[in-house]
């Protein structure tokens, strides 16, 4: 698994709506290398095509969340929550639920001095 960022709100609407596990998707775009060793690699996504769809599962575990202009992925078996803008921006991931509003917090007014 990537962290993706795209400039196109399109495509972050996709993602975060329209597919669900198990679609079968081809995605174009950019690996960026990171700064730091052990750091995961980054994908900016330029394109997003839905080739094939999975049953519609029930998705007891999963919950997208709406905060305003962001969006949240709770997952039942992870600790940490993904944060995105609702364009499709990477935010990150914050390390429980009850930070999630201080990296939201950091991201629009920068870090803690």
């Known amino acids: 698994m990537y962290a993706c960022t795209t400039g196109d709100p399109r495509i972050a609407e996709v993602l975060l709506r329209d597919i669900q596990p198990g679609d ?10 990171p700064d730091a060793p052990g750091a995961p690699a980054r994908l900016t996504v330029d394109a997003l095509e839905v080739l094939d769809t999975a049953p519609l ?21 992870r600790d940490t929550v993904p944060v995105f803008t609702v ?7 914050a390390a429980s639920p009850d930070a999630i509003s201080d990296l939201i917090d950091a991201f629009e007014n920068g870090p803690a001095r």
């Open 57 to 77: 599962p029930v998705l007891h575990d999963l919950v997208l969340e709406s905060w305003g202009n962001y969006a949240t992925v709770f997952d039942a078996d």
């Open 87 to 93: 364009d499709g921006k990477w935010i990150g991931e």
């Open 24 to 33: 079968l998707l081809r995605v174009t775009g950019t690996i960026v290398q």
